[in-house]
C-alpha cells in the first residue's frame, strides 16, 4: 500500500504501473502526426470525420471504465475491512484465551501458560499462512518461529496450510476443554473465533479466486483502442498539428484510468498496491506478545520507498 508520494521513486512506480508502455505512447503519437500529414499535406480531406464518432465512443467507454473501477475499487476495500476484521478478531480471540482458561484442579499454572501460548502462537502461524497463501509465496520458513518442529513437519505437505492450522486449533480447545482447562460456555466462545477466521479466510479466497467478469475487461479494453484509433479523425480538422499533443494527453488520461483499475481489482498480488497484510501481521504480531508479556518485541514494518506491504 503506498502511504506517500513524496518519494520520486515511488511516482515512477505509479506511472509505469498504471500508464501503458511507452512504446504504445509513442505508436498512438506516431499514428496521429500520420493521419495529420494525410489531412494537411496530401489533402487527404475526407478523412476528417465528425466529433459525433468519438462522443459516442466515449460514453460507451466511459460506462465500462466507470463500473469496472467502482467494482475494482470496491475489491480493494473489502480486502482492507476484511484484514481490519482478523486484526480485530485476533485480539479478541487472544484475550480470550488468557483470560477464560484457567488450571483445573492438580495442574500447574506452568502447563495453563503452555497451553495460552500454544494456541496464540499457533495463530500468528495461521495468518501468515493465509498471507502466504493468498500472495502465492513460498516462505513457509517464516513461520517457524511460532510452531513446533513437529508441527512444521506435519504442516509442510498440506494443500491449505492455513485451514489445517485453524483446525489444530479446534483439536488443542477440545483437548483442553476434555482436561478441563476450559468450561463448556468457553469452548463455545473460543470455537466461535475459530468459525469467525474461517468465515474471513473465505472472504479473502473469494476475492483471490473469483476476477471480475473478463469480457468487461477484454470490452473495456477494445473500446479503449476504437477511441484512440478515432480521436485523431475527429480533432485533425479544427486543431491541425495540435491533434498530435491533444491525443497524446487524452489516450494517456484514458490509460490511466483503466490501468488503475486493472491494479487495484486485484488485491493480494504483493504489489505495491496490495493489502498491507506484510505490515498488519506484524502489528497482530507484536499486540499478540505483547499481551502474552513478552519483553523482546519485534519491530512494526516500516515503509520501504513509501510503500507498506
Known amino acids: 500500500m503506498i502511504v506517500s508520494l513524496k518519494d520520486r521513486r515511488v511516482r515512477r512506480a505509479i506511472m509505469s504501473s498504471v500508464s501503458l508502455a511507452w512504446r504504445v505512447e509513442i505508436f498512438l503519437l506516431v499514428y496521429a502526426g500520420f493521419i495529420f500529414l494525410l489531412y494537411k499535406h496530401y489533402s487527404v480531406k475526407w478523412i476528417a470525420i465528425p466529433s459525433t464518432a468519438v462522443s459516442v465512443m466515449g460514453i460507451a467507454l466511459s460506462i465500462f471504465l466507470g463500473f469496472r473501477n467502482s467494482a475494482a475499487y470496491d475489491r480493494w476495500w473489502e480486502a482492507r475491512k476484511i484484514w481490519g476484521g482478523v486484526v480485530n478478531e485476533s485480539r479478541t480471540f ?4 488468557l483470560s477464560m482458561m484457567s488450571e483445573p484442579e492438580g495442574a500447574k499454572k506452568e502447563q495453563l501458560q503452555k497451553h495460552q501460548k500454544n494456541l496464540i502462537y499457533r495463530h500468528l502461524a495461521y495468518i501468515n499462512a493465509l498471507r502466504l497463501q493468498l500472495r502465492e509465496q513460498d516462505s513457509w520458513d ?4 511460532f510452531l513446533s518442529k513437529q508441527e512444521q513437519k506435519k504442516l509442510a505437505s498440506a494443500k491449505n496450510k492455513a485451514t489445517l492450522l485453524n483446525h489444530w486449533q479446534g483439536q488443542q480447545l477440545k483437548e483442553l476443554r476434555e482436561k478441563g482447562f476450559l468450561s463448556e460456555f468457553q469452548h463455545i466462545e473460543l470455537n466461535q473465533s475459530l468459525r469467525e477466521f474461517y468465515a474471513l479466510q473465505g472472504k479473502c479466497e473469494r476475492i483471490k479466486k473469483t476476477p471480475l467478469p473478463r469480457y468487461y475487461s477484454y470490452f473495456t479494453l477494445v473500446f479503449l483502442w476504437l477511441f484512440f484509433f478515432i480521436l485523431p479523425f475527429t480533432l485533425v480538422k ?9 491525443c497524446l494527453i487524452v489516450t494517456f488520461v484514458f490509460n490511466v ?9 486485484d488485491p493480494f498480488e504483493n504489489r505495491a498496491t496490495d493489502t498491507p497484510m506484510t505490515a498488519l501481521c506484524r502489528t497482530i504480531e507484536i499486540d499478540l506478545r505483547q499481551l502474552l508479556e513478552e519483553e523482546e518485541l519485534p519491530e512494526p514494518t516500516q515503509p520501504i520507498n513509501y510503500v507498506l506491504m
Request: hydrophobic fraction near 40%; aromatic fraction near 4%.
Open 94 to 97: 487472544s484475550m480470550s484465551v
Open 142 to 145: 517464516e513461520l517457524a518461529p
Open 238 to 246: 479544427d486543431l491541425g498539428i495540435v491533434t498530435l499533443p491533444v
Open 257 to 265: 484510468i483503466e490501468a488503475s483499475g486493472r491494479y487495484t481489482e
